[in-house]
């Protein structure tokens, strides 16, 4: 059972343009959301996260928005740059009992941009 | 300051043999995670660690694998009789607490059993 689902595989969008990064997650319980970017042989990095009493976190070409109605986040980036190709991944965490903070993956969304 | 160090980068075991896995965490950093990535699939979270304590490790296989983050020196984990669906990237990350703290990964070990 998938709690956190990227539900596209791969995305291809023209440098400077805008990548949109999308995220559904189906525990109501989960409180904070952070995306991560994947190089190839390389550990994730953590890029941006956001916490379930906003609806909008920026960090320079990054912004997350979280729907917590629609138990949906996304990422945008832009102006998109060839640097940014990656497989980006979304996690989610809950303060479960204990204050036990594992994070739940998504599949992640090979991102492509293209020169 | 340096990051979360694991190693080895590449580790390459035949059938029956024992893997060691080990995770040194960011300086400060005194929680310990450990995450499998199989071919074509995403991050599974395995084991969850603080000094000489196992917190959660309801992700870890129930036979041949363990894990340990002793007072002194790196996480371990160890895969004993490792089978050829062991193959996988092993990733560690570490935080400073777990409320709503962000954790950072090394780069991985990559396990090869053959």
């Known amino acids: 059972d998938q709690q956190v689902k990227q539900n596209s595989p791969s995305l291809s969008v023209q440098e400077g343009r805008i990548s949109i990064l999308n995220c559904d997650y189906t525990?109501?319980?989960?409180?904070?959301f952070l995306w991560y970017k994947k190089y190839p042989a390389e550990g994730p990095t953590f890029l941006i996260s956001i916490s379930s009493i906003k609806d909008k976190n920026e960090d320079g070409r990054f912004t997350v928005f979280l729907n917590k109605s629609a138990k949906h986040l996304s990422l945008h980036i832009v102006p998109s740059q060839p640097g940014d190709s990656a497989v980006y991944f979304c996690?989610?965490?809950?303060?479960?009992?204990?204050?036990?903070?594992?994070?739940?993956w998504g599949l992640g969304t090979s991102l492509a941009v293209n020169p | 300051n340096a990051g979360v160090m694991q190693n080895p980068r590449h580790l390459v075991r035949r059938r029956g043999q024992e893997a060691r896995l080990r995770c040194s965490p960011m300086k400060g950093h005194s929680h310990v995670y450990w995450y499998r990535q199989l071919p074509e699939e995403g991050l599974k979270f395995m084991v969850y660690l603080q000094k000489e304590n196992i917190i959660d490790e309801s992700g870890m296989p129930k036979e041949r694998f363990s894990a340990e983050f002793p007072k002194e020196g790196p996480s371990i984990l160890r895969i004993q009789q490792v089978v050829r669906g062991d193959s996988a990237a092993y990733f560690c990350?570490?935080?400073?607490?777990?409320?709503?703290?962000?954790?950072?990964f090394g780069p991985g070990t990559r396990l090869l059993v053959l």
């Open positions: 996690a989610a965490s809950a303060d479960n009992a204990g204050n036990n903070r594992k994070l739940i």
């Open positions: 990350a570490s935080s400073p607490g777990q409320i709503q703290e962000t954790q950072y």
């Open positions: 525990n109501s319980m989960f409180d904070y």
